[in-house]
């Protein structure tokens, strides 16, 4: 999802960082950032937004980048 990774790119976050902050695996976090996990846990999406400092729906379902 191109949204989250510019999402953290915005914020100067490296993946090691969010996944740190968020809790989740170096490897979620990849397959979240390049499109290949359509089946996000609503735990995750709300933990990266948090982190993100966004919502879930722009993260998630926004088509906006």
């Known amino acids: ?3 989250v990774m510019i999402a ?3 914020m ?5 960082q ?3 902050a968020a809790e989740i ?3 979620t976090l990849s397959k ?3 499109g290949k996990d359509s089946n996000v ?3 995750i999406m709300l933990k990266l937004a948090s982190v993100l ?3 879930v729906e722009y993260l998630f379902f926004s088509e906006e980048s």
């Open 1 to 3: 999802n191109m949204n």
């Open 8 to 10: 953290r790119k915005k």
């Open 12 to 16: 100067k976050l490296t993946q090691d």
């Open 18 to 20: 969010v996944c740190e």
């Open 25 to 27: 695996s170096r490897s």
């Open 32 to 34: 979240i950032e390049n």
């Open 41 to 43: 846990s609503k735990e």
């Open 53 to 55: 400092d966004s919502t």
